[in-house]
C-alpha cells in the first residue's frame, strides 16, 4: 500500500470579494466636433481584489478598474480647460463657470474602445479649431 502526502490546497488567480463601494460610471462620448464626459449613475457595487492587488468592479459583465476620487477631479478640470462638454448627473458644467463646484468619488471607466481611440485625435484637431480659440 503506498502512503499519499497531503498537500496543502494551492491558490488561484480568481479576483476576491474585497468590499462594498459607492461608485460613479464615467463615460467619454466622442461626435464629429469633440468629446463630453458623462458622469452618471451612481452605483454600488461589490470590489474584487485581484491577486496582483488591484481593485475591480464588475459592471454588465465587465470587470473596470476602480478609480480613485482624484482622479476624477483632474479629469474634469483637464476637460473644462479644453472647453470640453461635462454632464454630471444631469446638470452641465462650464469651463468658464467659477460656481462649478462637485464631490468626486471613486469611479470606473465604461468608455468603449472607439472613443477612447478617437480622443486624442479629436482633441488635437478641437484645440486648433476656431470654435475652441473663440471660446478661450
Not at 452618471?40 to 496582483?52: A, C, F, H, Q
Not at 478617437?118 to 488635437?124: A, H, S
Request: hydrophobic residues 30%; glycine residues 6%.
Amino acid at each position: 500500500m503506498t502512503e499519499e502526502i497531503q498537500r496543502p490546497p494551492k491558490g488561484d488567480n480568481r479576483y476576491r470579494v474585497h468590499r462594498s463601494v459607492k461608485c460613479y460610471l464615467l463615460e467619454m462620448a466622442c461626435g464629429t466636433g469633440f468629446c463630453t464626459l458623462y458622469i452618471s449613475d451612481s452605483i454600488e457595487r461589490v470590489v474584487y481584489r485581484s491577486p496582483n492587488g488591484s481593485e475591480k468592479v464588475q459592471y454588465k459583465n465587465k470587470y473596470y478598474d476602480l478609480q480613485p476620487p482624484e482622479k476624477m477631479t483632474e479629469l474634469v478640470k483637464k476637460h473644462l480647460a479644453d472647453r470640453g462638454g461635462v454632464n454630471l448627473s444631469g446638470k452641465s458644467l462650464h469651463a468658464y463657470k467659477k460656481a462649478n463646484s462637485f464631490t468626486s468619488y471613486p469611479f470606473i471607466d465604461i468608455t468603449d474602445a472607439d472613443d477612447r481611440e478617437r480622443y486624442p485625435k479629436l482633441r488635437e484637431i478641437w484645440l486648433k479649431s476656431e470654435a475652441f480659440q473663440k471660446a478661450i
